[in-house]
């Protein structure tokens, strides 16, 4: 007899109903045209989970979350998930993103970084990015190069270097 989740989907109803009040064919998660947008970044710690295949552990990751601040996409987003755990390029990405965004890389107190990752939530800066997109045929993975920071934290202007 195959499991029944029929409870624990009435259970869901009225958080789904609300959930899904502004919803709208395509949404916020369907792929942009390749670009130049103004978006609003926003930045959290999580980890991955661990890939027994691959004998890879849980590490920890960066995602950040790109939305388009305005125009015909406006509200449309890109995620970019940045692992800083044993990933040498991966943290270099983040550095270069926290520092552009006018913070102080925590160079000897990496553990505050989440501190500043949390104060990137609450500011959620503004930037201008071109996006470039690529299909593999199995995943569809958008590629975010900022190319201006509109309101940098702390410094008076700052552009992001072109890393692509």
């Known amino acids: 007899m195959a499991v029944s989740y029929k409870k624990r989907l009435q259970g869901m109803q009225g958080e789904a109903k609300e959930q899904c009040s502004d919803y709208t064919p395509g949404g916020t998660f369907a792929a942009l045209p390749d ?29 950040w979350k790109f939305s388009v601040a305005e125009g015909e996409f406006e509200g449309r987003s890109i995620f970019d998930r940045t692992i800083i755990e044993g990933n040498k390029v991966g943290l270099h990405i983040c550095r270069d993103r926290i520092e552009s965004l006018g913070y102080e890389w925590p160079e000897d107190e990496l553990d505050t970084l989440e501190d500043i990752l949390d104060d990137i939530v609450n500011r959620a800066p503004a930037i201008t990015a071109k996006t470039r997109t690529k299909d593999d045929g199995e995943f569809v993975n958008t590629r975010i190069n900022i190319t201006e920071v509109l309101e940098p934290f702390g410094v008076s202007c700052c552009c992001y270097r072109d890393w692509e």
């Open 35 to 63: 670009d130049e947008y103004n978006f609003r970044v926003t930045a959290t710690l999580d980890e991955t989970k661990a890939n027994l295949k691959k004998n890879l552990p849980a590490r920890l990751v960066v995602i």
